[in-house]
Each structure stands twice: as C-alpha cells, then as structure tokens.
C-alpha cells in the first residue's frame, strides 16, 4: 500500500515538474508580474491596514474626549437648569410681594389724592366764603386768593395801620372781625400771621428798630386782636415777621412799596390724615 501510494507521489511530481519546465516565456513572464502585482497589493493592504488602525486609535480618543466634554456640559446644564429653576422660584416670590406692594402704594397715593382734592375743595369753599364776607374792603387793599391749596387773604398797611404804627385802626378791626366770623365757623383751618414791609429803612420809630421788628409787631397786634378781642383760639394761630425779603412788586416805586407793605393771613386745612398717610 505504502508503495502504491509512493509511486502515485512520484507520478504527480513527475507530472508536475514537466508541466513547469514546459511553460512558455510569455506566460512565466504574466505569472511574475502578477506575482509582483500581488505583492505590491499586499504590501499596500498592509500599509492601508496600519494607516486605519492609527486612525481607528484616533477615533476612539476622539470618541471618549467628546464624550468628557459631554459628561462636563451636562453638568455644567443640570447645574444651571437648577439654579435657573431656583431663581424663577425666587423671582416668582419677589414678583409677588413686588405686585402686593405696587397695590399698596396705588391705593394709598389714591387715599393721599383723596385728601388733596377734599382740601382743595374744603380751601375753595373757605375762599368763596371769605370774598363775599370781606367783599366790602376790597377797594381798600384786601384781596382774597388761593395758592397751592392755601387761602392767602392779603390786607394792605393802609387798611390795617396808620403810617409808621402797629396799632390796628377802626377800619382794620372792622375787616379782621368779618374774617374772624368766618374763621370760628371753619376751626379745621389753621392760620398764619405773616408781616410784610417795603425796604426803606426806618426812622424814628421809637422802638421799632427795623424793618424786622415792623413786620413781626404789626404781625402780633393781628393776631392778639383775633384772639382776644374776637375769641379765635390762640392755639389755631401763628405770628411770623417776614420783614422785606418777600416782596409782591418791586420797591422801586411808591405803589410797589405800597403793595409790598402788608399783612397776609394764610389760612390752610389741618392736614393730619394726609401726614399720617406719608408716615405710613
């Protein structure tokens, strides 16, 4: 058997060898280039095959440093998406309060209006009241106005005073009497007692040294004429001197100095729900 089998070995080789020997230039020429074709493909199969693995390598450290930078973004976005929600709960609080507040302030400032537009019609009330009480001394220098929801009632010295004198003469009392009755009826009106002078000086006044003095002697004899002889409460009142310095016109002329010599009695509503208001 095993030479049967050793002699079919010798047959093939034999067979083989002869095939070999008998191949024609052209074709041992085609079977060298190709073998050389297969080995440049194989040599460049090998140099493609290093060239992917690089960049397969590459890949993966590419793949896990986004992937870091992905773990750090979300962090950085649960982080922030928790301090958003935390601030839009506080914000959500603070707009709250901010609103309550808001209508507080609003319906105060309407309760502040309120008062403001009762006094202004309180103070308007008083002014028509005292024009027609005082209408007959009109021609006489008095005048009744309203100022920044004040009644200014504005009596010239000529009416009150003889010249260079604080002592109020008949006519004036009639006048402070008529403006008493109307003030007795009104004791929510607080009034002020301001004395006004031109700017000439004094001379010969006895004890009046100056225009200071003028303006606060002729200020008090107002005022302790409507509390003792009319029976104003004292309380109510208050004398001020003013001397020159709040002129109405110039004193450069002798009816501009006449203007500017004068008793204004400012008479204005107690105002003590609107300061409690302000307080709060």
């Not at 090998?46 to 930078?69: F, H, I, N, P």
């Not at 507080?104 to 009241?129: C, G, I, P, T, Y």
């Not at 606060?216 to 001397?243: D, M, N, Q, W």
């Not at 100095?257 to 709060?280: A, C, F, G, H, T």
Request: hydrophobic share 35%; glycine share 6%; aromatic share 6%.
């Amino acid at each position: 058997m095993n030479r049967i089998l050793l002699f079919l070995a010798i047959a093939l080789f034999g067979s083989a060898f002869t095939s070999c020997v008998v191949l024609s230039p052209k074709k041992y020429k085609a079977l060298l280039s190709r073998q050389d074709s297969l080995n440049n493909g194989w040599s460049e199969s090998q140099l493609s095959g290093s060239k992917l693995e690089k960049e397969a390598a590459q890949l993966k450290r590419d793949t896990a440093d986004l992937y870091g930078r992905l773990n750090e973004l979300q962090g950085k976005y649960d982080n922030t998406d928790a301090n958003y929600k935390k601030l839009k709960s506080n914000s959500s609080t603070a707009i709250s309060k901010l609103s309550d507040d808001l209508k507080k302030r609003e319906q105060r400032l309407k309760e502040v209006e309120d008062v403001l537009r009762k006094r202004d019609e309180a103070s308007n009330k008083l002014k028509e009241k005292l024009q027609e009480a005082l209408l007959g001394f009109t021609k006489s220098g008095l005048t009744v106005e309203m100022k920044n929801g004040k009644v200014y009632v504005s009596l010239t010295d000529k009416l009150l005073f003889p010249s260079g004198s604080i002592v109020i003469d008949d006519k004036g009392k009639q006048a402070l009497s008529q403006l008493a009755k109307v003030l007795k009826e009104q004791p929510e009106i607080i009034i002020a007692v301001e004395g006004h002078t031109d700017s000439q000086k004094i001379n010969n006044l006895g004890q009046i040294k100056d225009n200071w003095d003028l303006s606060v002697l002729r200020s008090t004899s107002v005022v302790r004429f409507l509390t003792e002889t009319e029976k104003v409460p004292g309380i109510r009142l208050t004398a001020t001197g003013k001397g020159e310095f709040q002129p109405l016109e110039a004193n450069t002329t002798p009816e501009g100095r006449s203007k500017n010599r004068r008793i204004e009695i400012v008479l204005s509503p107690k105002l003590d729900e609107l300061y409690n208001l302000i307080k709060q």
